[in-house]
């Protein structure tokens, strides 16, 4: 089985070995094509805030939230918010605790 880190940022550096995603869509789609082929997601790393008029990256958290709760979607190893925004940050680390809490 293959396995792969993801980081959502829109301005920070890309972690080595990390692939980038620049927008929710793009990680959610990322995330869904993981499923579908039998990809392991070993980290997902969020940041909140891409920019002004952008979804924020909490709406990735909030969603996989949601799947793995209600289609038993595959659960990352480790969730990571990497956001300054601590608002945002408090919002992930709730979504991820309840995602973990599925285990």
């Known amino acids: ?28 789609a990322l995330l869904e094509k993981c499923k579908e082929e039998g990809i392991e997601v070993n980290i997902l790393s969020l940041d909140n805030d891409l920019g002004v008029g952008v979804e924020e990256g909490y709406k990735v958290a909030s969603w996989l939230e949601e799947q793995v709760i209600t289609n038993n979607f595959p659960i990352p190893n480790r969730l990571v918010a990497h956001t300054a925004n601590p608002v945002a940050r408090d ?12 285990r």
């Open 1 to 28: 089985m293959d396995i792969i880190d993801i980081y959502l940022d829109d301005e920070r550096r890309t972690p080595e070995g990390f692939i980038r995603t620049y927008s929710v869509k793009e990680t959610i």
């Open 91 to 102: 919002k992930m680390h709730a979504s991820f605790r309840a995602i973990l809490s599925r």
